[in-house]
């Protein structure tokens, strides 16, 4: 009797996590996810996230990256992200130690 190895095939943006099993033959999508020491035996669709044993579905991944209408200038963010930063920013004072 031969052994029979079937390649496994892990797509663009895929997780496998620790200790998880890939079965021989399975093909995993794009932006899956194999949860950790999950047993995956079948393939796994684009963008789903599966885990347990026998892997199962458990939810769904958004595959596609929203794309921003105007691309901002450098300066903006900067100065947006420390204005931002000033505004939630209160004076600490050591009331504990009066």
């Known amino acids: 009797m031969t052994l029979v190895k079937s390649p496994i095939h892990i797509s663009d943006n895929a997780w496998i996590c620790a ?29 789903l996230v599966v885990a347990g044993n026998p892997a199962r579905k458990v939810g769904e991944r958004q595959t596609q990256i ?17 204005s931002a930063a000033r505004a939630g920013h209160k004076k600490r004072t050591n009331d504990a130690a009066r």
């Open 19 to 47: 200790d998880a099993f890939i079965g021989p033959g399975v093909e995993i999508g794009s932006g899956a996810v194999v949860g950790a020491r999950a047993v995956a035996m079948r393939s796994v669709a684009a963008g």
């Open 66 to 82: 929203p794309m921003l209408t105007e691309s901002p200038s450098p300066a903006d963010g900067i100065s947006s992200r420390k």
